[in-house]
Nanobody, 116 residues
């Protein structure tokens, strides 16, 4: 099982980034996919969630309206489009796969830094 995040980097405040998470080794289309983030010295927090068929999405309050989660089950990939980025969005962003039975898989993360 692998979850490989990409797309992180340095961006100025107000800018945008698109994160990708490529999955392999499990039945991607059966899993709810989630993005978490963890800033230095803080606990990991849920950013966004998308159900297996992509029919339902949820966001943390501070990201709603700025972030959009989507998935392409044909490509085994989940995305996180992040707009209007703020310095407080600086964190390591992690991809998570959650099965209907509670199995969790994690990626190693991609670093997003929002700074001028």
């Amino acid at each position: 099982v692998q979850l490989v995040e990409s797309g992180g980097g340095l961006v100025q405040p107000g800018g945008s980034l698109r994160l990708s998470c490529a999955a392999s080794g499990f039945t991607f289309s059966s899993y709810t996919m989630r993005w978490f983030r963890q800033a230095a010295g803080k606990e990991r927090e849920l950013v966004a969630r998308i159900t297996s068929a992509g029919g339902s999405t949820n966001y943390a309050d501070s990201m709603a309206g700025r972030f959009t989660v989507s998935r392409d089950n044909a490509k085994n990939t989940v995305y996180l489009q992040m707009n209007s980025l703020k310095p407080e969005d600086t964190a390591m962003y992690y991809c998570n796969a959650l099965s209907p039975y509670g199995t969790n898989y994690w990626g190693k993360g991609t670093l997003v830094t929002v700074s001028s």
